[in-house]
């Protein structure tokens, strides 16, 4: 070392520094890549990407090789400023030196090349790793030995490295990401891939159509109001049944009555001859799989029952698109109308799933399905017109009431 000139010792040390911080730069920049990103540049076809994918696969190795070089270069870079302290200075600049060395090192290879590649980390990792890959390559018997030993060493602690470890992303991760990605995504995408998340955690019963609001054809009546009734439908597909919806014959089509009409021939015995097969879903059916029966079975139309075979409600492929999509219509105009004092008129037999995704308040969920029906369960009594309450943080008073259901509720939301 005495033969080495000093400028040489110097820039030695320099470049010792140099490659310490670019390991430092890129263990934490191949550490911070989206890993959803590097899968679509993989995708594209980048070089830089390809590169470090292939690295990340395994990450042990990876990391031992930068710390064994990171470690190499801060061990010989000591041993280079003792030894230019000894010939600058003396003995008493050896503990100096290696003060203001320690110093160097956390500023000028740790701390900032750390930063920048947490800052940029796609930047700096796809560069380094076609430096890193040659060099793990060159290098990976000792590499091998470093890992083996360390491997063994977690083995005696019960940890086992798993290598290709999954990094799919549950729902509520799923969900969070969308979340974060609402300043780059539509509003109309935005909720529509949040409905989507959404849908397994709701059921048929979450958007049926209940019993009491069903319009079909009560073979019972004189052929005079089932006329009137078909003309007056807003719906192209009516159940068929005797004197109550629990007795349904089957499902038949508008367009097939009509047609019938026209030709003067609809009689009761011709209706029941043209209805078709209805199917019967339960309450508590996931609507992924209503959306695949719906599919499978090529319909759009559905009766729900209860565990008595009773009729609950119906469900259509509409209501179901209207559960990803929203509302095809200005309905919820009329369901949810805001007034001058921040209050809102609500019709009281709207879904507190609605509610809740066009107003973003969090109403529960679990129970009652509509406004109605958890104003009833709260007060576990019907009550009168005029009567006000808290509830959950909203002020409410139920301005109108008919044949014992509430129909419409004042509803003041919780100050903040």
Known sequence: MNDIPIGWLTASLVALLLLSAFFSGSETALMMLNRYKLLHRVKQGHAGALRAQSLLQRTDRLIGFILLGNSFANILASSLA??????????????????LLTLVILIFSEVAPKTLAAIHPERVAYPAAWVIAPLLKLFYPVVWIVNAVANALLRLGGV????????????????????????????RYHNMLVSVLDLESATVGDIMVPRNEIVGIDLDHPIDDIRTTILQSRHTRLPVYRRSIDSVHGLIHLRKVLTEMTRGELTRERLTAIVSKIHFFTANMPLPQLLQTFRQENIRFGLVVDEYGDVMGLV????????IVGEFSTELNQEVRPQKDGSYLVDAGISLRELNRHTGWALPTEGPKTLNGLIIEYLETIPSQGTCLNLLGFYLEITRIENNVIKEVRLHPRQH
């Open 82 to 99: 003792t030894v230019l302290a000894l010939r600058l200075v003396g003995e008493q600049a050896i503990a100096p030196a290696a003060g």
């Open 160 to 187: 086992r490295y798993a290598p290709h470890t999954s990094s799919a992303l549950s729902r509520e991760e799923l969900r969070t990401l969308v979340a974060e990605a609402s300043a780059i995504i539509p509003d």
């Open 316 to 323: 259509t492929l509409e209501d179901l698109l209207q559960e």
